[in-house]
């Protein structure tokens, strides 16, 4: 069978941009030969809606849609993905998958699975399909699936479910297996996925084609990485990483081999990505971001600029009495090399000026942090009059380690309307830094070679405060990602009191994460909406 996979990048809510880009897809694949064609998931609405599902009119608006692109379907079927209303007793909706063709609408089937775990909560707004059996389409038995359906234990963390559409599809005499997909980008996932195609295929000696959207919608980056595997467990086409793409592929093809990018590469492009849907779907144009002259805002400029096209971007750097000389001197080299706006604002006489308004109320008492924060909270507010002058959206640049244990400064380097970086480990930061500089230097060597500091103070080094880095992150992705506690990680070897340490910083600044910009998800568990711990609470792991 030849299939053709429309994977596309809906925009949530754009109920008749979606009906459009599928109608396009559909007809260039027409035109290639494909004799069924494959749509993501909820591709009419968009994935996630979340609660737009519970506004007056969204859902029938989907619904219209729906019926008036049937209307323009021939006579090669299309499944589409769609939000449908549910009668009756249970929950409003149903997640569900539309048969079309010849002007009408031949066939619905709805999801089995809901996913309920990390950044899904589907059972909040969907009534699970209590059976489903095989369409017939081209004189073939099809079994048609809706993501999570095709998840097994094997492949999830722990055995969620007790029933296996597929292997109940499989029963019934389904000949082929299709899969509408809206699987959101982690490290190393299109691996996963591809292997639990296989296994499936192989179990089963059924062909499976799994068609994924593309494109970000607010903290989530889908990576398309659309595949065709054949009953033996093969590959026959698999579908470009994070970009549209409509291919047709064909079941009795020869096996291809698929390499999947380099780690840096992957997490690289899917933050290029999440930065520039994010901007083009809220409507901004272009974005600012501090340059500290360090790795963070470095590597989170090279991304910025990637994504929106250097003259769309601008960097600020913001000297003050402890910012070194090759700091301002790195960010100017770097903005140099990218081809982005620059600007100095030394906020050193802002500084003075806002010390001294405390000179008698502190009159006494040490310096401490409050001094160190006062010149990130001087640096946000510089930042945010530039935002609200010439409409640029703000960027911040704190790392995953960072924001883990609270080395960061509330309303100052916080600030922003996307946290382009706040998922990725401070270690990984270093890695994607040197292969945006694999074929020319980029990045400054010197900003990659000097020990990491806010510079909020003198001689200031992030190690005087925190455990190194590789330390730090290896703990941080036991305790957050393995969800193991304190004596869980010290039996991994590392010390007890680090451990202690960087747990109780983790419990203690929940509170400032809760406060952060929305960050782009690139790891198994991101602080964000997979990521749900209360503020107040007394619990030590």
């Not at 996979?5 to 809510?13: C, D, E, H, L, R």
């Not at 295929?201 to 595997?229: E, P």
């Not at 500290?292 to 990637?306: F, N, P, Y």
């Not at 009159?363 to 009059?385: D, K």
Request: hydrophobic share 40%; proline share 6%; glycine share 8%.
């Amino acid at each position: 069978m030849k299939i053709g996979f429309a994977q596309i990048n809906p925009t949530v809510g754009d109920i008749e941009g979606n009906r459009d880009k599928i109608l396009a897809a559909y007809h260039s694949l027409v035109e290639r030969g494909a004799e069924i064609i494959l749509t993501p998931e909820l591709a009419l609405t968009g994935y996630p809606p979340l609660d737009l599902l519970f506004e007056s009119g969204f859902v029938q608006r989907n619904l219209n849609a729906l019926s008036d692109l049937a209307s323009q379907i021939g006579t090669v079927p299309l499944i589409a993905g769609y939000a449908d209303i549910h009668t009756g007793v249970g929950k409003p909706f149903r997640n569900g998958a539309a048969v079309l063709a010849s002007g009408k609408i031949t066939a619905r089937v709805f999801k089995s699975l809901l996913p309920t775990y990390d950044v899904f909560d589907e059972d909040r707004y969907f009534e699970p399909a209590t059976c489903n059996e095989p369409v017939e389409i081209l004189g073939r038995k099809i079994g048609i699936t809706l993501c999570e359906d095709i998840w097994n234990e094997a492949h999830l963390p722990r055995p969620y479910y007790q029933t296996s559409p597929v292997a109940a599809l499989v029963a019934q005499g389904a000949e082929i297996i299709l899969n509408l997909s809206a699987s959101p980008f982690v490290l190393n996932k299109p691996q996963q996925r591809l292997d639990l195609l296989s296994s499936i295929a192989r179990q089963h000696q059924v062909a499976i084609a799994y068609c994924n959207c593309t494109g970000a919608n607010d903290q989530l980056v889908f990576d398309g990485n659309s595949l065709l595997v054949a009953s033996d467990g093969l590959p026959r086409l698999a579908l470009p990483s994070f970009n549209e793409a409509s291919l047709v592929g064909d079941t009795d093809a020869p096996p291809s081999s698929i390499d999947f990018p380099h780690q840096s590469e992957s997490l690289y492009k899917a933050l290029v990505l999440g930065v520039r849907d994010y901007l083009r779907k809220c409507g901004f144009r272009s974005a600012v971001l501090g340059l500290s002259g360090g790795i963070d805002s470095a590597v989170t400029a090279c991304i910025a600029a990637e994504a929106l096209g250097s003259k769309n971007v601008l960097g600020v750097t913001m000297p003050a009495r402890y910012s070194s000389h090759g700091s301002v001197q790195d960010s100017e080299a770097l903005a140099g090399r990218l081809g982005i706006g620059f600007l100095n604002i030394p906020i050193e006489g802002a500084f003075g000026v806002f010390q001294s308004q405390f000179s008698s109320i502190f009159a006494g008492l040490p310096p401490n942090e409050t001094e160190e924060n006062m010149q990130p909270r001087l640096r946000g507010m510089t930042l945010m009059a530039l935002s609200n002058k010439l409409g640029h959206l703000v960027l911040s640049t704190g790392n995953k380690s960072e924001l883990a244990v609270g080395y960061c400064t509330l309303y100052g380097d916080m600030c922003g309307g996307l946290a382009v970086i706040s998922d990725v480990p401070k270690t990984d930061i270093y890695d994607l830094a040197r292969w945006i500089n694999r074929e020319r230097e980029i990045i400054p060597q010197n900003t990659i070679d000097k020990p990491p500091s806010a510079e909020l103070r003198p001689d200031q080094k992030d190690q005087d405060t925190l455990p190194p880095y590789e330390i730090l992150d290896s703990i941080l992705a036991l305790h957050v990602e393995q969800h193991m506690s304190c004596a869980e990680i010290v039996a991994r070897g590392f010390a007890e009191e680090t451990v202690a340490w960087v747990l109780r910083r983790v419990r203690l600044n929940e509170y400032k994460r809760a406060q952060a910009a929305p960050g782009l998800k690139v790891t198994t568990r991101a602080f964000g909406l997979g990521r749900r711990m209360p503020i107040a609470h007394r619990y030590q792991a």
